[in-house]
């Protein structure tokens, strides 16, 4: 821990204090010397400025003179890169001299952070000057950390993953990758993955953001957020649900409160927390934790029984609203407060914000999604705002604020155990379409996996893969369980159920770790042998693009090679993919530069190649380069620039980007919007279910985008629908040419998204139409466990009494695993679990700290802000039970016997019955202090314990999403 300041010695203190002497500092307390440290050390304080005014003026004040000479030396050179922390993607201005990192600043030029950065962003110089970062290769070698060479490494880590693959087949290894990847790492590593063999391949977007990718996708076609960071200063009523932009996004919170400075607009904020972010509400709504479709159907109740909907835009836009009238119809006021316990005049009040103070915008976090029920409440949120009318339109939207640098960008480039990049899913037909991007036989691909069946089927996801290692082998969907794991950039943290993780951990074969900071994983456990952690380069140290919540990509410079020993991750990629044996294959389309390192730009441009179905095509290297050189340019509101060499573009570009670099589309800011050109960024909603259901025409109803030669709905192109069209013959003989060789005896079954040529979206395009047709948004998903979105109650619900009406979905079989909430919450209902363990837990972020921790408790600026893990309980609460504020306390979960010590945060931010932990810490288990089972000088100044070591099982459905969110638990004095 670090120490407080208020307990230090006074500095002037002593002998020579005592005379007025001076205190040298010593050299560490030099170079950590703040303008804090430097005023008490001065004495001066409020009073001694104050008295700086009685002393002789002439010795203070002397004439300024300009000097003779300019020192030399070096010149500074200025490098912009993007912040590594949330998916805000703040621009940072880095200092470097002579090779060496010397200062930054917030980049004022950039549109999205506007000159500004938060705390995190404001250190992040320290990520590339960390000395506790892993500075070399190290293996466990009998329980000790020995330092070994890159060589021996890759080497022997090789063989021992060849030799599992031989004995037990490539499903038996989890790849495990990060958010905090560029893009282009990203997609390399989920190629890897491919040509291993292998979909069990994922990173932290199924612990955030899975549930929204599903629920917004099979609502109104692509699971991104539609709006952008800087509309929201159009909105007129901001409503955010589940998310705490204050503390979680900082740099976001100043779009929402332009907006609602310049617009007046009221703020809702609903959350069972009263978080900094509800500290700026003109309107704060308490739930539940876990009853989020309530509190949303019963806002619709009222808009429904009040006529406040928009009914023209649900006629010619939306599918299947009267289904979701008819469950809305049961959430009357009464029902709604028995369940959620929100007042039913209360939420008639935000009801009537939402349909009244228009445009208005529903953000929400992890507060949403991290539940059994998160692609339902995801669902229910894009609903509310269909039938406000408040999607493809400015200062509207459904806007999902994510996590992680990279999460948006990482998830749409296939770190998903259930597709390959740009969502195309894993039916053989877009296997085959990989296979030509990448040029290589479609039939060596089916061969690197164990069964085709296999090669089609979802992976193991992060939440589940210690289950795939502890699990009987006949309860694991595929050959073998899992026996090696390898970690790029991920912490060993962040799962439920911690205790079981750790065993299984204990039993993996092999455990790779690739990552600055050693995580959690090199603590946790009693490992002794066939541990590696290698030493992997921030994105600092590299080049490339990452895509920020809004969807726009952003370049970002090498600010300076990789320190110590250290490697980009797609140099660790290829060093992996030689020695196992098809890097030849992997890279036939990506040179590799001198040093053996693949080009960044080469693997981008591949992406262009083969990513149609989300428009990641038009974003060459050269255009994003173009983008963060005349920042400036762009329009802070709008993102658009009316001048110089960019002039016309939205920034970065905002997928989909349609067609090639040279054809020049500006991205699209707001997805659906019918109010411009497709070639100007507009569109409907994405055709992607059909025509009709039972009879019931999906297409839109009269209404398309301007200058479109459809003024009705249309389907998805393909080359059926242009020859049906009479538009084929404006193909040219090229693109005609590749469409036939991909078609062949099937050429109208070849799509906008399979057609290499890019011609089929050129052409549409050429006529006003959108590529992915003009649907009408699905209120109703029948492809979902519940077509309609259902309130279920929590596993480990603190209400037994309404399970009865709102029990979870049935136990199922599904990501290769079973899946038993049911079961679970049965059997907690059975034992009086909730009598036992008699509070909501629930959990969130701090302004200090991201993800797992280990990066940011490791940055000394960072760690002195927040040095301590702490438990949120209520005064009435911590009366009751006699825990005094500041006191150490043990948390209890209800399964592993698992406990936490923490100091307890006595606080009305929560509720009676409810208490509050940040996620971030960890290097604490269950009471024992782990220190010192890091490798020397790489563990984390701040230590705590993991608030997941006592959360629960539960998943959703869709997703396999973990319901960190809200569970039981037990408080007592330590």
């Known amino acids: 821990m670090l120490m407080r300041k208020r307990d230090r010695r006074d500095a002037r203190s002593g002998a020579l204090a005592a005379r007025g002497g001076a205190v040298p500092l010593a050299p560490a307390e030099r170079r950590a010397l703040d303008r804090r440290d430097f005023l008490k050390a ?161 990173h932290q977007a199924r612990i955030c953001h899975s549930t929204t990718v599903a629920g917004v996708a099979n609502t109104v076609g692509y699971g991104a957020m539609t709006n952008s960071f800087n ?69 619709l109740w009222h808009i429904f029984e009040n006529g406040w909907e928009d009914a023209e835009y649900i006629r010619t836009r939306v599918f299947g609203m009267d289904e979701v009238r008819a469950e809305v119809a049961r959430w009357t006021p009464d029902e709604v407060e028995r369940v959620s316990g929100v007042p039913g ?134 050959p073998g369980k899992i026996r090696g794991m390898m970690v790029f950039g991920h912490g060993g943290n962040t799962v439920v159920r911690m205790p079981e993780a750790v065993e299984g951990m204990n039993n993996l074969d092999l455990l790779v770790v690739c990552d600055p900071h050693p995580t959690t994983f090199a603590a946790l456990g009693d490992r002794r042998e066939n541990t590696w952690l290698l030493p992997a380069a921030t994105q600092f140290e590299i080049r490339g693009t990452r895509t920020a919540s809004n969807r726009s990509l952003q370049w970002a410079d090498e600010v300076l090679p990789p320190i110590f020993e250290s490697k980009g991750d797609h140099e660790t990629m290829y060093l ?5 044996g098809f890097a030849d294959e992997m890279f036939k389309r990506i040179a590799i530069e001198e040093g053996g390192i693949p080009s960044i730009e080469d693997i981008l441009r591949e992406i262009n190649r083969g990513t149609w179905s989300i428009g990641y095509t ?134 906008w998204t399979t057609d290499l040529s890019g011609g089929i979206q050129r052409v549409a395009i050429a006529h006003g139409c959108s590529p992915y047709g003009n649907s009408k948004a699905r209120a109703l998903a029948w492809n979902l466990p519940d077509p309609v979105p259902m309130h279920h109650e929590p596993i480990y619900t603190p209400r037994p009494d309404l399970l009865a009406d709102y029990p979870t979905l ?36 701090l302004v200090e700290y991201e993800g797992g921790g280990e990066e940011t408790r490791s940055n000394k600026w960072l760690s002195e802000l927040q040095q301590e893990a702490f438990i949120e309980i209520n005064p009435a609460d911590a009366a009751r039970l006699g825990i005094e504020n500041r006191r150490m306390v043990w948390m209890h979960g209800p399964e592993n016997s698992a406990r936490i010590l923490a100091r307890a945060m006595v606080t009305e931010r929560v509720a009676e019955g409810v208490l509050f932990m940040p996620f971030h810490f960890g290097g604490f288990w269950m009471g024992a202090d782990l220190r010192g089972r890091y490798p020397a000088g790489t563990d984390p100044i701040v230590l705590g314990e993991s608030v997941n070591t006592v959360t629960t099982y539960g998943y959703d459905p869709v997703t396999a999403m973990q319901e960190t969110k809200v569970t039981l638990a037990r408080i007592v004095p330590a």
């Open 42 to 202: 001065s004495g001066v304080s409020a009073a001694g400025i104050g008295a700086l005014a009685a002393l002789p003026r002439e010795g203070l004040i002397r004439r300024a003179s300009a000097a003779t000479e300019i020192p030399s030396g070096p010149p500074i050179e200025i490098r912009k890169s993007i912040c590594t922390h949330c998916s805000v993607g703040c621009t940072v201005r880095a200092e470097v001299q002579n090779g060496v990192w010397v200062g930054q600043e917030p980049a004022f030029e950039s549109p999205i952070n506007l000159g500004t950065h938060c705390a995190k962003g404001a250190s992040v110089r320290e990520i590339a000057h960390g000395d506790r970062r892993i500075k070399y290769p190290i293996k466990r070698i009998g329980g000790e950390w020995v330092r070994v060479s890159w060589e021996q490494a890759i080497d022997e880590i090789g063989d021992t993953l060849l030799a599992i693959r031989e004995e037990s087949g490539p499903d038996s290894v989890f790849w495990l990758g990060s958010a905090k990847f560029s893009n282009e790492n990203a997609y390399l590593y989920r190629k890897l993955a491919a040509f291993w063999g292998t979909n069990s391949v994922d």
């Open 231 to 299: 509309d929201i200063t159009n909105s007129k009523c901001i409503m955010i649900m589940g998310g705490n932009p204050a503390e979680a996004h900082p740099i976001s919170m100043q779009h929402v409160l332009l907006g609602k400075e310049r617009n007046h607009a009221r703020l809702i904020v609903v959350d069972p927390r009263f978080t900094r972010t509800a500290a700026h509400a003109t309107d704060y709504v308490r739930l539940r934790p876990g009853t989020d479709i309530p509190v949303i159907w019963g806002m």
């Open 345 to 478: 005049e209360h939420l008639r009040h935000i009801a009537w914000l939402m349909s009244h103070e228009k445009p208005s915008t529903l953000i929400w976090c992890m507060g949403a999604t991290q539940k059994t029920v998160g692609t339902a409440n995801v669902r229910a949120y894009t609903i509310l705002q269909l039938a406000l009318g408040n999607i493809g339109v400015a200062g509207g939207g459904a806007n999902i604020f994510r996590g992680h640098s990279n999460v948006q960008g990482a998830t749409d480039l296939g770190l998903d155990v259930t597709t390959l990049p740009a969502y195309y899913g894993l039916q053989e037909s877009s296997w085959r379409h990989w296979a030509r991007v990448w040029d290589v036989d479609y039939d060596w691909m089916v061969s690197r996996f164990a069964t085709k069946e296999l090669m089609e089927t979802k992976g193991i996801p992060t939440t589940r893969w210690f289950d795939a290692v502890n699990y009987p082998a006949e309860d694991v969907a595929q």
């Open 576 to 580: 992996l993919a030689r020695k196992l």
């Open 618 to 751: 038009g974003q060459s290297p050269e255009r994003l380069k173009l983008h963060m050189e005349y920042q400036h340019l762009f329009d802070p509101e709008t993102l658009r620039a009316s001048e110089g060499p960019v002039a016309g573009d939205y920034y970065g570009l905002p997928w989909p980007c349609w067609g090639t670099p040279e054809e020049g589309h500006p991205g699209t800011p707001i997805l659906y919007n019918l109010n411009l050109p497709v070639a100007e960024g507009g569109g409907g909603f994405r055709a992607r279910f059909g025509v009709e259901r039972e009879g019931v025409p999906l297409l839109a109803e009269g209404v398309s985008t301007p200058g479109s030669d459809l003024q009705d709905g249309y389907p998805e192109f393909t080359m059926a629908v242009l020859d049906r069209l009479g538009w084929a013959g404006e193909l040219t003989d090229t693109e005609r040419a590749v469409i036939d060789r991909i078609g062949g005896d099937k050429v109208e079954d070849v799509s």
């Open 810 to 845: 049935p136990d199922r079989v599904d990501f290769r695993l079973p899946t038993i909430n049911l079961t679970v919450q049965m059997r907690a209902a059975e034992l009086g679990i909730a009598s036992e363990f008699p509070f909501i837990l629930t959990s969130g972020r």
